[in-house]
């Protein structure tokens, strides 16, 4: 996998640089002793058992490798690797192979790992649940947080299998207040989706070679902010959802059927500013979204800078530049704002193509 490379725009023979920062390879040497669980002052086989054997607000310490499915119904306990290892659990089937089900449980510095590329990694149930700094590999799906409100998903890495064909590394419903920060996301479907949820939070997450890098329905009150996708079929993709801000992202390369840097969608009284988007199928495409406010962005070395089908936003103050063309304006017959005059245009090959709605 190559990433961060340098990419040629025919218009011009300019170049994009972009370094995303990421490994090359997610190679990670397992562990091979015998699974141990401590807790209490007491040693067990299994995780299962010391769970059972947990009070709440406990940290339950492993090392080694173990083989089964977990839940935590305990509240406020803790999965964690003993200082200076990191543990393993594999799971067996399709079930989670960690479920989070007790309030304020947290997976901390574990690595979960699936088989075969099928079930979930871990599934949080219960809120106030955190799962942080830890590996979830093999897996169809990652991290699913089902009506559970208030959850941190933090420094996470998830690795799905080279043929996945379905499945989220991050998947929220009906959940409020999910805090995801500085997650690395890689072959699954979509890195992060969330349907019917409200108060998201999504900050520094790294998302590559997937179908959808972040795919967000019917949610409000949402920021979404310092992000970088790259190396995929879509970006960032928001359907029917108010009162977003997404600000200070990147997308770059995301060259599918519909390639879009950032696709918007019945989106409205949102803020979409100071985002970078390069080498795209389209940088942005706006549709059927109303009282938005997008400025400040950089739309460089797409096939199309800006789509723009919509009327009753303030598209200013963006440079579009190096584009095959620079913006498509789907003219409504009751438009009056000239968009194209309040935006600078730079080198593109077509500078703007209009048609009628």
């Given at each position: 996998?190559?990433v961060?490379?340098a990419v040629?725009?025919?218009?011009?023979g300019?170049?994009?640089a972009?370094d995303?920062?990421?490994?090359?390879?997610?190679?990670?040497?397992?562990?091979?002793?015998p699974?141990?669980?401590?807790?209490?002052?007491?040693?067990?086989?299994t995780v299962?058992?010391?769970?059972?054997?947990?009070?709440?607000?406990d940290?339950?310490?492993?090392?080694?490798?173990?083989?089964?499915?977990?839940?935590v119904?305990v509240?406020?306990?803790?999965?964690?690797?003993?200082?200076?290892t990191?543990?393993l659990i594999?799971?067996g089937?399709?079930?989670?192979v960690?479920?989070?089900?007790g309030?304020?449980?947290?997976?901390e510095?574990?690595w979960v790992?699936?088989?075969?590329?099928?079930?979930?990694g871990?599934a949080?149930?219960?809120?106030?649940?955190?799962?942080?700094d830890?590996r979830?590999t093999?897996?169809a799906a990652g991290i699913?947080?089902?009506?559970a409100?208030?959850?941190?998903?933090?420094?996470?890495?998830?690795?799905?299998?080279?043929?996945?064909?379905s499945g989220n590394?991050?998947?929220?419903?009906?959940?409020?207040?999910?805090r995801?920060v500085?997650?690395?996301?890689t072959?699954?479907h979509t890195?992060v989706?969330?349907?019917?949820?409200s108060g998201?939070?999504?900050?520094g997450?790294?998302l590559?070679?997937?179908?959808?890098?972040?795919r967000?329905?019917y949610t409000?009150?949402?920021v979404?902010?310092?992000n970088?996708?790259?190396?995929?079929?879509?970006?960032?993709?928001?359907?029917?959802s108010h009162?977003f801000?997404?600000?200070?992202?990147t997308?770059?390369?995301n060259?599918?059927?519909n390639?879009?840097g950032i696709?918007?969608n019945?989106?409205d009284?949102s803020?979409i500013?100071?985002?970078?988007?390069?080498?795209?199928?389209?940088?942005i495409?706006?549709?059927?979204?109303?009282n938005?406010?997008i400025?400040?962005?950089?739309m460089?070395?797409?096939?199309?800078?800006v789509y723009?089908a919509?009327?009753?936003?303030?598209?200013?103050?963006?440079?579009?530049?190096?584009?095959?063309?620079?913006?498509?304006k789907v003219?409504?017959p009751?438009?009056t704002?000239?968009?194209?005059?309040?935006?600078t245009?730079?080198?593109?090959e077509i500078?703007?193509?209009?048609s009628?709605?």
């Open positions: 996998m190559l961060g490379v040629e725009w025919p218009g011009d300019s170049l994009s972009y995303a920062g990421v490994p090359q390879e997610y190679e990670f040497e397992q562990p091979t002793t699974g141990t669980a401590s807790v209490g002052g007491e040693q067990f086989d299962s058992a010391a769970v059972a054997a947990a009070e709440p607000g940290v339950v310490r492993l090392s080694g490798v173990f083989a089964e499915s977990v839940t119904d509240p406020n306990v803790t999965l964690a690797s003993k200082p200076g990191l543990a594999r799971g089937d399709d079930a989670p960690v479920t989070l089900a309030d304020g449980s947290s997976v510095r574990l790992q699936g088989t075969s590329g099928v079930g979930q871990v949080v149930t219960a809120p106030d649940a955190d799962v942080v830890s979830i093999d897996v699913q947080v089902d009506s409100d208030d959850v941190t998903l933090a420094n996470n890495t998830i690795v799905g299998s080279d043929d996945a064909t590394g991050i998947h929220l419903w009906k959940s409020e207040r999910v995801l500085d997650n690395r996301i072959d699954v890195g989706r969330f349907s019917w949820a998201l939070e999504a900050t997450n790294r590559w070679d997937l179908d959808y890098a972040v967000g329905l409000d009150d949402g979404i902010r310092d970088q996708a790259f190396d995929n079929g879509v970006g960032l993709v928001l359907f029917n009162r801000r997404v600000v200070n992202n997308a770059y390369n060259t599918g059927n390639g879009h696709l918007m019945t989106v009284d803020t500013r100071h985002n970078t988007l390069v080498g795209n199928e389209r940088g495409s706006v549709n059927n979204a109303d938005n406010t400025t400040d962005n950089e460089r070395q797409n096939d199309v800078g723009y919509a009327m009753g936003n303030t598209l200013a103050g963006n440079t579009i530049r190096e584009n095959r063309i620079g913006l498509v003219k409504h009751s438009a704002k000239p968009i194209a005059a309040i935006n245009f730079e080198r593109n500078r703007v193509k209009t009628v709605w």
